[in-house]
């Protein structure tokens, strides 16, 4: 399996979160997502750690395992910026992402506590930008002294601010060091604060070269997230043609987890034979 040379220097994977549900956070549960990964053809998986509880030494066992399957991983922690916990989870983060080494890149959320607080916020304050700009920013700062690369998903945020609510596009234009991980539904669903048009998104995304590192490849179809891919408000053949253009190198699965581990495989199968339909991703022997 690979991402169709109409899109080079692409890399295909999954986030781990799809199996959360059947398959607990744990080493032998990582390991067995690890032989799945390789077996299929995956170049890399995000190890969803929401609060980084995996130990140093675990992730020492999961990295030389991973490497002998020849599958590369990046690590994920799911805090945002405003949640009292960030610091020391991003710290046990760092850490852990350093043990796994290349890609080196450790992703968290932009948002999520600062609106769950406010069913009536549509947007960051101007206070409120600052802060998380500034705290970005040097969180990246400290990642990057120890090789990592610290990048966010958007959430819940607004991509496209309006007066004095802010959004995600101001978030960019006010850091340089951390990196963006495009979630391909989260703008598009209800759930975010201010829905955004999907050519906008695209358009702003092909002017961003260098901060976009990586993208779920996430559906939000029937304004909800989906267990398996399908149409997209924002079609995944033009997400592939921007990731390509903008040297954008991991696309990762991230399905709605099903209770079953069987059920999670064939979700990927499913999501992969869309791919295939859509002519994003060749079979191979």
Not at 51 to 74: G, P, Q, R, T
Not at 169 to 189: E, I, K, R
Not at 233 to 262: C, H, W
């Amino acid at each position: 399996m690979k991402v169709s040379e109409k899109y080079p220097g692409i890399k295909l994977g999954f986030s781990t979160q799809n199996f959360l549900k059947a398959m607990p956070l744990g080493v032998d549960n990582l390991k067995e997502i690890l032989d799945f990964a390789s077996a299929e053809g995956f170049a890399f998986i995000e190890l969803r750690d929401p609060s980084a509880e995996l130990s140093e030494e675990d992730c020492s066992v999961l990295a030389s395992y991973a490497n002998k399957k020849n599958v590369e991983v990046i690590y994920e922690i799911h805090k945002d910026l405003f949640d009292p916990d960030f610091q020391g989870v991003f710290d046990r983060g760092v850490r852990n992402t350093v043990v796994f080494g290349e890609p080196g890149i450790l992703r968290s959320i932009l948002s999520w506590s600062e609106f769950a607080a406010d069913e009536n916020k549509r947007g960051w304050t101007r206070e409120e930008l600052n802060h998380i700009t500034a705290y970005a920013d040097s969180s990246a700062a400290v990642a990057k002294e120890q090789g990592v690369q610290l990048i966010l998903e958007n959430i819940v945020e607004p991509w496209f601010g309006q007066g004095d609510e802010l959004g995600l596009v101001d978030f960019f234009a006010g850091t340089s060091m951390v990196g963006l991980q495009f979630d391909t539904a989260n703008p598009f669903l209800s759930s975010c604060r201010r829905v955004a048009d999907p050519g906008a998104v695209a358009e702003y995304l092909g002017t961003i070269p260098g901060r976009w590192f990586t993208t779920h490849l996430k559906c939000g179809a029937m304004d909800n997230f989906q267990p398996i891919l399908m149409e997209n408000q924002l079609p995944f053949e033009r997400i592939f043609e921007l990731m390509a253009a903008g040297n954008v190198t991991y696309a990762a699965l991230e399905l709605l987890a099903a209770d079953s581990k069987e059920e999670c495989i064939e979700n990927h199968h499913k999501s992969i034979q869309y791919l295939v339909e859509k002519n994003i991703i060749e079979l191979t022997d």
